[in-house]
């Protein structure tokens, strides 16, 4: 099955930096990559995805970069805000969608004011 | 209008005893979940499940058992609790296996 690690596990960055969040996967059929962000006693919710005909994708400050050679993706957040302060998921599927989502094991990301 | 919503949000419990949590969407979607997310905040699938179809993570103990009354609710019921089962457990809807909506959790204490 699918494994997905993700790095680091904490990350603590000024206000106004960039954060950037890696993971890796395994199963080389993994077609749909979606981030979610937790706040505290929240479930999570979906920020960004990324399909696996497509490398790159932009939503404002948040991008998402694909590898799929090298079977990474990448978060990266610009001009960090308080508000960015949450725990965030990566997570793979072979299935497109949300079915059969691996999910990584989490960044707890600090902005330090 | 919450869109996924669980009750009860904390529950308390004596180890042997017999629990469910419930979970409606408002949102019309066919597919529901329950996710478990541990101490570390590692979040796993336990169950999916449409109208046709009950899938269920084979590491899921079958003292764990999703009851769906109607395609809006997909309830968790859990027989003889043990310690291990504290965690927060996520219900989730999705249209069509798309992307997942959570609800916010409710936290098991099994003591």
């Known amino acids: 099955g699918e494994n997905v690690e993700q790095h680091p596990s904490t990350l603590s960055v000024q206000e106004g930096d960039s954060a950037v969040i890696k993971c890796t996967y395994s199963?080389?059929?993994?077609?749909?990559f979606p981030w979610y962000k937790q706040e505290l006693g929240k479930g999570p919710q979906l920020i960004i995805d990324i399909r696996s005909n497509v490398g790159e994708k932009k939503d404002q400050r948040i991008a998402v970069t694909l590898n799929k050679t090298a079977k990474h993706f990448s978060l990266h957040i610009t001009e960090t805000q308080p508000e960015d302060s949450a725990v965030y998921f990566c997570?793979?599927?072979?299935?497109?969608?949300?079915?059969?989502?691996?999910f990584g094991k989490g960044t707890h990301l600090i902005i330090q004011p | 209008d919450t869109a996924v919503s669980q009750t009860p949000k904390y529950l308390v419990t004596q180890m042997g005893n017999d629990k469910s949590i419930k979970c409606e969407q408002n949102?019309?979607?066919?597919?529901m979940y329950w996710y478990k997310q541990d101490s570390k905040k590692f979040l796993k699938i336990m169950f999916s499940?449409?109208?046709?179809?009950?899938?269920i993570n084979e590491t899921v103990p079958n003292r764990f058992s999703p009851k769906s009354p109607d395609k809006a609710h997909l309830n968790l019921h859990i027989n003889s609790l043990e310690l291990g089962d504290s965690a927060v457990y996520f219900c989730?809807?999705?249209?069509?296996?798309?992307?997942?909506?959570f609800g916010e959790g409710s936290r098991l204490t099994v003591l």
């Open positions: 499940y449409n109208n046709k179809e009950l899938i």
């Open positions: 997570a793979a599927t072979s299935g497109g969608g949300a079915d059969g989502l691996t």
């Open positions: 949102l019309g979607h066919d597919t």
């Open positions: 199963d080389s059929a993994s077609n749909y």
């Open positions: 989730a809807s999705s249209p069509l296996g798309r992307e997942l909506f």
